[in-house]
Nanobody, 125 residues
Framework: QVQLVESGGGLVQAGGSLRLSCAASGGTFSTYNTGWFRQTPGKEREFVAAISWSGFSTYYADSVKGRFTISRNNAKNTVYLQMNSLKPEDTAVYYC??????????????????WGQGTQVTVSS
């Protein structure tokens, strides 16, 4: 299985931007579909965005569509999540995950077998 490490989280004011990175090692990253999920205390982990192994297909949660962009660089074994126009409700721990499955539309947490440790994103109002 591939190992994943997220970075790039932090504190930002509402309306600001952050770019998260997910660096992969230990596997053939270019063959994995990759997703970003987020979780707040007391709530279930929710889907944010996903990208196919080739980068050809991308999917977004309705709540982030038009504000977030997922991309990948297979030569660098890295996936990115560019987050613009951030809102306080985007505050969460963001997780990167890898899967051999990619559904059309929202992704299921259970389909992703490899996870990073998460990175905190805090958006102040």
């Amino acid at each position: 299985q591939v190992q994943l490490v997220e970075s790039g989280g932090g504190l930002v004011q509402a309306g600001g931007s952050l770019r998260l990175s997910c660096a992969a090692s230990g596997g053939t990253f270019s063959t994995y579909n990759t997703g970003w999920f987020r979780q707040t205390p007391g709530k279930e982990r929710e889907f944010v965005a996903a990208i196919s192994w080739s980068g050809f297909s991308t999917y977004y949660a309705d709540s982030v569509k038009g504000r977030f962009t997922i991309s990948r660089n297979n030569a660098k074994n890295t996936v990115y999540l560019q987050m613009n126009s951030l809102k306080p409700e985007d505050t969460a721990v963001y997780y990167c995950a890898a899967s051999t499955i990619l559904r059309v539309g929202p992704q299921r947490v259970a389909d992703f077998g490899s996870w990073g440790q998460g990175t905190q994103v805090t958006v102040s109002s």
